[in-house]
């Protein structure tokens, strides 16, 4: 099972807003155990879905140099379920990003109408013996697998474009 | 220019915000991390939201001094030393550290900050009336 809990960004503005799809399917194993006959999507993937958009989006601003780990969910409230046929907007906006850490606030939508919202505080782990939980190969297959290159503008206005040191990782240091 | 109440009120709505306590136990006595379970990821949120709720600044180390406490200049088997100490009164006019003094264990040091200690800290940096 592949971990992605979004199927492509709408928007990526480096630093300050991201929003991101997410389609309930059928045809996802979880939810017929989740319940059987009566499938909802659980709370929890779609707070890992509002993380992951938000998470993206703290790791492009440091040119995915940090670790960045979601750490803790200080609010979130859900107003109704998530079911199949369902399409989840997520939008996540930049409260702060420092050395320490990062938080978002993050809505769900399904059309005009509010689903969820939370806010979501990411840790920076900074300990060099921990290496980096993910290939630079990782990052730039997700990013490019969820379209964040094709919509996205960098802090200038600019197109969004993979860091170098990122394509100097994957392809080896070029000339 | 906020009064000592508002100072106080806009405390208590940061750490029930950061912490998910209740307004009744963010007391004036209660210590962040032993009564209000404050964990150190919390630290960053609750240095965050009062910032915003005043529009101060607060620089890395001013409320929480991880600095000193990780120095070995400062922290010998486990204990701040006498110097250390001086560092720390320095640094936090705001704290009360002379429970602490008596057996300056680091570990104990987290549990030192109540609430009372960050409405001096922030009516330190803001101009209040009473």
Same mark, same amino acid.
């Given at each position: 099972?592949?971990?992605?809990?979004?199927?492509?960004?709408l928007?990526?503005?480096?630093?300050?807003?991201a929003?991101a799809i997410?389609?309930?399917?059928?045809?996802?194993?979880?939810?017929?155990?989740?319940f059987?006959?009566y499938?909802?999507?659980?709370?929890?993937?779609?707070?890992e879905?509002?993380?992951q958009?938000g998470?993206?989006?703290?790791?492009?601003?440091?040119?995915f140099?940090?670790?960045?780990?979601?750490?803790?969910?200080?609010?979130?409230t859900?107003?109704?379920?998530?079911?199949?046929?369902?399409?989840?907007?997520?939008?996540?906006t930049?409260?702060?990003?420092?050395?320490e850490?990062?938080?978002?606030?993050?809505?769900?939508?399904?059309?005009?109408v509010l689903?969820?919202?939370?806010e979501?505080?990411?840790?920076?782990?900074?300990?060099?013996?921990?290496?980096?939980?993910?290939?630079?190969?990782?990052?730039?297959?997700?990013?490019?697998?969820?379209?964040a290159?094709?919509?996205?503008?960098a802090?200038d206005?600019?197109?969004?474009?993979?860091?170098?040191?990122?394509?100097?990782?994957?392809?080896?240091?070029?000339? | 220019?906020?009064t000592?109440?508002?100072?106080?009120?806009?405390?208590?709505?940061?750490?029930?915000?950061?912490l998910?306590?209740?307004?009744?136990?963010v007391?004036?006595?209660?210590t962040?991390? +032993?009564?209000? +379970?404050?964990?150190?990821?919390?630290?960053?949120?609750?240095?965050?939201?009062?910032?915003?709720?005043?529009?101060?600044?607060i620089?890395?180390?001013?409320?929480?001094?991880?600095?000193?406490?990780t120095?070995?200049?400062y922290?010998?088997?486990?204990k701040? @030393?006498?110097q250390?100490?001086?560092e720390?009164?320095?640094?936090?006019?705001?704290?009360?550290?002379d429970?602490?003094?008596?057996?300056?264990?680091?570990?104990?040091? +987290?549990?030192?900050?109540?609430?009372?200690?960050?409405c001096?800290?922030?009516?330190?940096?803001?101009?209040? @009336?009473?």
């Open positions: 099972m592949r971990w992605y809990w979004i199927d492509r960004f928007e990526f503005e480096s630093g300050r807003r929003k997410k389609n309930v399917s059928l045809a996802e194993e979880h939810l017929h155990d989740n059987p006959y499938p909802i999507m659980p709370a929890s993937l779609v707070i879905g509002l993380a958009t998470g993206l989006l703290i790791c492009e601003h440091g040119q140099r940090e670790k960045v780990v979601l750490a803790k969910v200080p609010k979130v859900f107003y109704s379920e998530a079911v199949p046929g369902d399409t989840l907007i997520y939008t996540t930049v409260e702060y990003i420092k050395d850490g990062a938080m978002v606030t993050a809505t769900s939508h399904k059309g005009d689903h969820a919202e939370a979501i505080v990411f840790a920076h782990l900074n300990d060099p013996r921990l290496g980096s939980l993910f290939e630079p190969e990782t990052f730039l297959r997700m990013m490019r697998l969820l379209g290159f094709e919509v996205g503008h802090a206005g600019g197109p969004l474009r993979p860091p170098a040191r990122l394509l100097e990782a994957v392809n080896g240091t070029g000339a | 220019m906020p000592k109440d508002e100072v106080f009120q806009k405390i208590q709505t940061a750490l029930v915000d950061a998910g306590v209740d307004e009744e136990d007391k004036p006595e209660a962040l991390v +032993g009564d209000l +379970g404050a964990e150190s990821i919390d630290f960053l949120d609750i240095v965050f939201r009062l910032e915003k709720a005043f529009d101060i600044k620089p890395r180390g001013e409320l929480f001094p991880e600095d000193i406490l120095d070995s200049k922290v010998q088997d486990g701040v @030393t006498e250390g100490l001086s720390l009164r320095q640094r936090m006019p705001f704290a009360n550290l429970d602490f003094s008596k057996n300056p264990v680091v570990q104990d040091f +987290g549990n030192l900050l109540t609430v009372a200690d960050m001096r800290f922030v009516e330190g940096k803001v101009e209040v @009336t009473d």
